[in-house]
């Protein structure tokens, strides 16, 4: 485009001497010049070999990459309904955003879903609710060898990097975690000034580059490690094994996004795609990985500390119980983040068809918690895409304590899903790390809009409950949750699925798990 812009200059210039030397009248401009430009412009298109269509179309062919560039815009605004969108349609953004500015949100004249149509889910009302709990409850996180309890939010801030979000979007974030006591998940590109200047509290995690607490040569580095979380405002260390876009590939950030300050942070060179290894250097079986995760309890002072991951195998998650109990230590948390989650970009094919959705990764990690013995001991955290209450209470059925929002608190600071987040060129300025389109995102007035935001979907999951019989969380069970399978038949989850009794792996395997817990292995992985 600089080349055309250049030639484009050259021949205005060149007209504008050619009208003044002739004197040809100035009433012919208006339609001199474009017919020029026009004819300079087919006249490149029909030499340019790069571009078929523009050779056999020339400047009408543009039109199409003008349509192709401005379709996701055209999707979202004018084609597609309100409850059809992707990743979250139009009902779920407006309601975010509602919250978000503490305005009501509130649907007239009924449902537009198909109350009808296979795979709808819904909760179970009481016929006798009770009144909505005043406080809302929370979840203590820290087994019995986790000497620095802590009482978890029923909904925090999911894992976004500093790098992938940029500085103002952490610092919003954080501000609103730090006004509506919940606490912010780091991400794994290190610990920054913007996750501690607002004072909120932190689950600091750790990747497969263990950027913030790294050697030069990139192992894990524990006297960096126990010194960043030693802070006050790190309540809680998580080691993060994979996530739900893109499990098994690491992460990737961008040359471009790589500053000075994101390079001093995650200890990197600067100007260079930092690409987080698939694997962890730390440790390479499931006993070493459950003794990994208690040396970084021992290493944080006794602060809880946990995984997460995507599930795959279930035969690998039953050899890291069979670990953890052969090790008699556990985790004090697992995060399970579902496929659908997914707040910066992944490979096509990952995002579409690698690892379970949440709900089957709750069931999985839950189930085996509970069969193991172990369910007591370890807090289950929820990811992927959350963003009401209905959201969070359906989870909490499934087998979670709590849950972590990640794009609907990047709605609440902004967010339109455009989905320009790897690309430096966000048009809100979360996910960008240029100044110009960064500073567009007001820190001042985005911070109480997460605080807002949290605070009515915690709400909305108490209402709901109430309205369901229930006022605490451990009171939810499968047969309240229903989902449609044809139809005319409706199956509760608690006979969709199979749910396992305290021990029940230890003592008589059922037939559906007996393989895949004889064969599962601590001393290695599938």
């Not at 030069?216 to 030693?230: I, L, Q, S």
């Not at 471009?256 to 962890?280: F, L």
Request: net charge neutral; proline share 7%; charged share 20%.
């Amino acid at each position: 485009m600089t080349r055309i812009g250049i030639v484009v200059l050259m021949v205005v210039a060149a007209l504008a001497s050619g009208v003044a030397a002739v004197g040809i009248s100035p009433w012919w401009w208006p339609a001199a010049v474009p017919l020029a430009l026009l004819g300079l412009l087919g006249s490149w298109d029909l030499l340019q070999r790069r571009h078929s269509v523009l050779r056999n179309y020339p400047v009408l062919g543009h039109a199409r990459f003008l349509m192709e560039r401005i379709r996701p815009e055209l999707q979202q605004y004018f084609i597609e309904r309100n409850f059809d969108g992707r990743p979250f349609d139009r009902d779920i953004r407006s309601i975010v955003y509602e919250r978000a500015k503490g305005t009501d949100a509130e649907e007239p004249f009924g449902t537009e879903r198909d109350v009808y149509q296979p795979g709808y889910e819904f909760l179970v009302p009481s016929m006798a609710p009770c009144p909505v709990p005043r406080t809302a409850p929370r979840v203590r996180v820290g087994g019995p060898d986790c000497g620095r309890p802590y009482d978890m939010a029923l909904l925090n801030v999911s894992a976004m990097s500093f790098g992938s979000l940029s500085a103002n979007a952490i610092l919003a974030l954080n501000g609103g975690a730090a006004a509506g006591g919940f606490a912010h998940d780091t991400g794994e590109g290190g610990l920054s000034e913007y996750h501690l200047r607002p004072g909120g509290d932190l689950i600091w995690e750790i990747g497969t580059g263990y950027f913030g607490c790294r050697t030069r040569g990139g192992d894990f580095d524990p006297g960096e490690f126990a010194d960043k979380a030693a802070h006050d405002q790190v309540k809680c260390v998580s080691l993060k094994l994979s996530q739900g876009a893109k499990p098994g590939i690491g992460g990737v950030l961008p040359g471009a996004k790589v500053n000075a300050e994101i390079a001093r942070v995650r200890e990197v060179p600067e100007g260079r795609t930092v690409i987080s290894p698939p694997y962890h250097r730390a440790f390479s079986t499931p006993r070493e990985l459950v003794r990994f995760i208690a040396r970084m309890r021992e290493l944080s002072g006794g602060k809880p500390a946990g995984f997460k991951l995507c599930v795959g195998s279930r035969r690998e998650f039953l050899a890291v119980c069979k670990a953890m109990r052969e090790e008699g230590t556990a985790p004090d948390f697992i995060v399970v983040d579902g496929a659908e989650g997914g707040t910066g970009a992944a490979p096509l094919e990952f995002a579409d068809h690698i690892g379970a959705p949440l709900t089957e990764g709750l069931l999985t990690v839950h189930n085996a918690l509970v069969g193991a013995g172990l369910r007591d001991r370890v807090k289950i955290g929820a990811s992927g895409k959350i963003a009401t209450g209905t959201d969070l209470v359906k989870r909490m059925v499934q087998g979670a304590d709590y849950g972590n929002a990640a794009r609907a608190m990047m709605f609440a600071v902004g967010c339109i899903q455009a989905q320009r987040c790897h690309t430096n060129t966000c048009p809100t300025g979360v996910t960008t790390q240029d100044p110009r389109r960064a500073r567009a995102l007001d820190v001042g007035d985005k911070t109480p809009r997460v605080r807002r935001l949290q605070e009515a979907t915690v709400a909305s999951a108490l209402q709901i409950m109430a309205s369901m019989g229930v006022t605490d969380p451990a009171q939810l069970r499968p047969r309240m949750l229903h989902r449609r399978v044809d139809p005319s038949t409706l199956r509760s989850y608690e006979e969709l699925y199979e749910w396992l009794g305290h021990g029940q792996l230890l003592a008589e395997p059922p037939g559906s798990w007996a393989a895949d817990w004889n064969a599962a292995d601590p001393d290695r992985w599938n």
